[in-house]
């Protein structure tokens, strides 16, 4: 007798929050030949129908390098890179669109599958495409002509905007025009990485054959910033089509994307499993902006009494003197904009318990409902789960909501660990409330 299993309704129910954050956000995704020839296509097609029918703007740019090797194979025709690009011949070019084109129609069929008892059943999704791409030569480097290969000069940002507005899939071929009527073959790796950034998307998702960036051990690196992702490619730590790939997430973080994530084509579910679940399944690269979250230290005191005091006059915080900060300074992790702490946050640990509290909890007042106390609440769990700690506890007079919305749940004083609830101030009255980490 089979057991009939009910696993996925918990993963189903948890990716709500992931669904609700992504829903209406723009992602591009960068789909190499190799990609589009490999079985696993049909479920990243599926994969796609799905964020489009949760409301997800799409934008799919993709390759045909494979296909256009294998073209102008059979026209006998001989082919030569150059700096990781192909040198296009003008007598070469209509080979190389025809290519091109045919990749673009089979993806757009692809995409318009409706079969009962499929996953694309009643989709019905809109596929565009066009002249989005204004492209100029790359002309002659080293003193190699490149002939009608290109680099993108401009993103018609307007036109596929107007398209995701509509609900449509844009689908950006890597091919670009340029005002004197020319057509150029483009990297896609380049207008994946340009078009993400002409666009400020939330995401670039890029496929690749690997499951994501590896370090010098074969192991997967989960993420990296845009700065260790640069170190990589200057110590020549990636090759080939991977070290474009991970150039391109790089140039898009720079530019402005907010996260690049290079996940597998292989590996059937990758693109779900990297957006709704917190660990991902591939490489994540985040830009390098001139805020961040961080550990705090001694040169952070400073700050963070100029930030707590108020609430600590306000009888909102517990008073710390900057001895006591000066010597649990270890415990804290600050918001750091352009050298200001603007928040700041404490992670107290009771081993004996597997529990941790989260305390001296604060934000600017210039500078809050901008996601800083969210950032700093995940940079805290993940300290207690590496701690292995399995619940978080906050002791609150005036947040109680914002922690309930955050999947704190109301506990009792009497549930505190032994020794915090020998030092427990009742005239502060403070509730509790626990949030399990498992």
Known sequence: MLLKSTDWLHGFRHSSPYINAHRGRTV?????????????????????????????????????????????????ESS??????RITRESQLPLVLEAIGGMRS???????????????????????????????PVGVLDGVDFGFTGKVRRVDIGGIESLLDLGHIVLVPPQGYSP??????LSYEDVGSQVAAALRADKLIIYTRLPGVLDEQGALIRELSARQASERLTASQASGEDAELLRAACNACVKGVQRAH??????????????????????????????QIRAAGVEDIGGIIELIRPLEEQGILVRRSREMLETEIDRFVVADRDGTVVGC?????????QAGELSCFAVDAAYQRGGRGDELLAMIEQMARTQGLQRLFVLTTQTEHWFRERGFQPSTVQALPGPKLAVYNAQRNSKVFVKPLS
């Not at 190799?34 to 097609?45: F, Q, R, T, W």
């Not at 030569?80 to 690009?85: I, P, V």
């Not at 597998?264 to 805020?291: H, I, K, M, P, W």
């Open 80 to 85: 030569s890179f150059h700096r990781g690009l």
């Open 180 to 185: 004197t009527g020319d057509v150029f073959n």
């Open 345 to 353: 946050a404490a992670l107290y640990h009771y081993p004996d318990e």
């Open 262 to 291: 290079i996940i597998s084509y292989q590996l059937d579910g990758a693109l779900l499993e990297e957006l709704f679940t917190r660990d991902g399944s591939g490489t994540l690269v985040s830009g390098d902006t001139y805020e």
């Open 28 to 76: 591009v995704l960068t789909i190499g030949g190799d990609a589009l020839a490999h079985d696993n296509l049909i479920n990243i097609i599926h994969d796609l129908a799905l964020l489009s029918s949760l409301g997800i703007r799409l934008v799919i740019t993709f390759g045909a390098r494979a296909q256009i090797q294998r073209r102008l194979d059979l026209a006998g």
């Open 106 to 136: 089979y993806l757009e069929s692809q995409l318009s599958l409706g079969l009962v008892n499929s996953p694309m059943h009643n989709a019905r999704i809109r596929v565009s495409s066009g002249n989005f791409v204004t492209a100029k």
